[in-house]
């Protein structure tokens, strides 16, 4: 025979009753309850609802009518799951009360959870971009040159200029893929200064500011190869699904979407936003160098150009590119020195 | 033994008694379940994260203690999976319509502001009704309308006389989450009023200028040597760093004033709420589990959860006057209905 000791919440009214179960071998169960009219007292063991152990909170024993018999004799219920009802304990509550299965669930979380955000999502981002048409791809960031010409005034470079280096853009554009709608423009970048944006319909957009900068013309084409390589690698796309499934990964983990953890998430959402922009821009670099070998431009040009919009942006980074949304500048140079492209992530 | 009591008394003059809230959860125990939620989470691909909402919150519910009894927590988890099912995918639709194109975003954005009433509503009913005390469920009866006039119509019209009107919007809600809740057939009444809200927003502005001031001045004296030491980019980053304690201190300040202007002064019948979370304890606890969190990798997030509720749970209470034993529970025939208009509830934690 088991007894518990505990009280019972008839669900009729927030009155506590003392009450005592016995539980005995022929199945039958005996309920002593203290002032209480209309619970049934004799009972079989098939009546009563046993719920899993949690923790060592109390248990509630749900009973035919209503009626909650809640007792802090957890172990007295297990040995009555146990040995009168025959069944397993729970799984869930086994794993939680082993502490190697914890130990082993959090180490394997860890790992886990660091594979995924670094490799898993930009790996499927990128099997689902490429899932797409280019034409589906290029209608990311519509609207976005409207918005840049809010900021930016029209280009003062002179025609020829602009000419010239529309026919060196054809030339890199030749040689991408089939699908993309590809068009240089200039502005004056005023606060943006030396820059160059792609958006992801293929429209470039390069600032006045950059074309000074540049002292040789293959400076600039390899600047120009680096955005077409955005573009040609659908880095718009993929990365508006990357950032997505970031989200949601974060809601599962953190278990709610209040503004707390929503403040908490936004360091690790930063930090793995920007290495996942750090990866385009390694790409974009690879797909510029591989431009320039391929059509004898020494890759010297993509690193004094990198050099120079580094020394124009301001100087050295405390905190060593883990806050930045591009790779070290010196990382990237050393990438266009030695010319020969490899795959983003050996090097991280 | 009642009859015993009641003789020094006359009866006309209940007993008068404050009963505590006490929260009895442990780090250690949470952190086991929290982790083996996150695992089998993971291990089902998100399908097993409403089982884990559910055994969560009955872990808080039952070490949640009043006057000698604990909350219950009765949730059906695959009520939870269907609301999670359309949560994300609406949250998906709705950041990548918001890169695609403003011509896709707008009409989306309408679309959720006005099921937004009707989200809040569901999940405050679902969430009352799904709590127990004594075996006796809470419900929660506010309508369309009525979420509709305090969620979408106050706050825009409360913006235009230079917001003025704002701190109105925020008393209507409140008063309509605790007017419409009950405990089985008793209702609560809300117990605050709107002036307690203008004095807790004007005090929110004060402290949120003040503290702005500080940063503006404290920096200016030490720019020099912070660009010598990080260069300017640096010097811009750690100055950011500076707006996280004040950030923390106001959302503590506002989230401690609202739970208790919330809760404070409500009535369940002669009975009465008692609400009293200081704000300067509740920031440094906010900002501690930040810092926690981030240098444990996550893996103080349970600790942080029990250590709110701790607190939180320390500073309500609720002061009896008479016996708490004779709240009946809602009629057999009202509570299957309202479970079945609930089965397919919205569930998600507004941060309410």
């Known amino acids: ?348 | 033994m009642s009859e015993a009591f009641s003789i020094g008394q006359p009866a006309t003059e209940p007993i008068e008694q404050m009963h505590g809230f006490d929260f009895t959860g442990s780090a250690g125990e949470f952190f086991r379940i929290w982790i083996v939620n996150i695992s089998l989470t993971v291990l089902t691909l998100g399908i097993y994260s409403a089982w884990a909402k559910v055994r969560t919150s009955r872990y808080f519910a039952a070490n949640t203690h009043l006057a000698g009894a604990s909350f219950d927590y009765l949730a059906d988890p695959i009520a939870i999976l269907k609301g999670r099912a359309i949560v994300v995918g609406l949250l998906l639709a709705y950041s990548m319509a918001s890169a695609l194109s403003p011509l896709i975003q707008a009409p989306l954005g309408i679309a959720l502001a006005l099921g937004l009433p009707w989200a809040i509503s569901r999940s405050l009913a679902f969430r009352a009704y799904n709590t127990a005390w004594r075996n006796i469920r809470f419900a929660f009866g506010g309508t369309y309308g009525e979420a509709f006039i305090c969620y979408l119509v106050l706050p825009f019209v409360g913006l235009i006389p230079l917001g003025l009107g704002y701190p109105y919007a925020v008393f209507a809600q409140r008063r309509f989450m605790v007017d419409n809740a009950a405990f089985g057939t008793t209702r609560l009444r809300y117990g605050s009023t709107p002036g307690r809200f203008y004095a807790m927003f004007a005090t929110l502005g004060v402290l949120g200028v003040a503290g702005l001031l500080a940063i503006l001045v404290l920096s200016r004296m030490v720019e020099p040597l912070l660009t010598d030491l990080f260069g300017e980019s640096g010097t811009a980053a750690v100055l950011a760093l500076l707006m996280i304690p004040l950030y923390f201190s106001l959302f503590a300040f506002y989230s401690a004033q609202i739970a208790n202007l919330t809760y404070d002064g409500a009535w369940l019948n002669e009975h009465r709420v008692v609400s009293r979370v200081p704000a300067p304890g509740l920031a440094w606890i906010y900002l501690s589990n930040g810092i926690a969190i981030l240098a444990s990798l996550g893996l103080l997030i349970p600790w942080s959860h029990v250590r709110i509720a701790r607190y939180r749970l320390s500073h309500m209470g609720l002061f009896a006057r008479g016996s708490l034993d004779d709240f009946a529970a809602a009629q057999g025939g009202d509570v299957s209905s309202l479970g079945e208009q609930f089965g397919e509830a919205f569930d998600f934690d507004l941060g309410l």
């Open chain 1, 1 to 348: 025979m088991t007894r518990l000791e505990g009280v019972l919440h008839d669900g009729e009214t927030s009155r506590a009753h003392p009450a005592r179960m016995e539980i005995h071998r022929d199945r039958t169960v005996v309920l002593d309850v203290e002032g209480a009219e209309g619970v049934e007292s004799r009972l079989v063991l098939e009546d009563l609802d046993v719920p899993a152990r949690l923790g060592d909170t109390v248990r509630r024993i749900r009973l035919p009518g209503g009626a909650v018999f809640e007792t802090p004799d957890n172990d007295g219920v297990d040995e009555l799951v146990r040995t009168h009802r025959g069944e397993r304990p729970n799984l869930i509550h086994q794993l939680e009360s082993r502490l190697v299965a914890v130990v082993v669930a959090t180490l394997v979380m860890i790992v886990a959870g660091f594979a995924f955000v670094t490799w898993g999502i930009p790996a499927l981002a990128k099997k689902a971009a490429f899932a797409v048409s280019p034409e589906t791809s290029a209608y990311i960031g519509q609207g976005t040159l409207e918005l840049l010409d809010e900021v930016m005034e029209p280009s003062e470079l002179l025609e020829e200029d602009q000419a010239r280096l529309r026919e060196r853009f054809d030339e890199i554009v030749a040689t991408a893929p089939e699908g993309h709608d590809f068009e240089l423009v200039f502005r004056r970048g005023e606060g943006f200064g030396a820059n160059a944006f792609a958006l992801p319909s293929g429209t470039v957009v390069m600032t006045d500011e950059l074309v000074d900068l540049a002292e040789h013309e293959e400076e600039i084409v390899a600047v120009l190869a680096h955005e077409v390589g955005h573009v040609v690698h659908r880095h718009g796309l993929r990365h508006v699904i990357q950032s997505s499934a970031l989200a949601v990964v974060i809601v599962l983990v953190t278990g709610d979407l209040s503004s707390t953890s929503g403040f908490v998430a936004a360091i690790p959402t930063l930090l793995v936003e920007t290495s996942f922009s750090r990866d385009f821009e390694r790409e974009a670099d690879e797909h510029a160098a591989r431009y320039l070998v391929a059509h004898g431009i020494p890759t010297q040009h993509f690193a004094t150009m990198l050099d120079r919009l580094a020394e124009q942006h301001g100087g050295g980074d405390a905190f060593g590119g883990y806050l930045s949304s591009h790779p070290t500048s010196d990382e990237r140079v050393q990438r266009a020195q030695r010319g020969s492209p490899e795959e983003p992530d050996v090097d991280r």
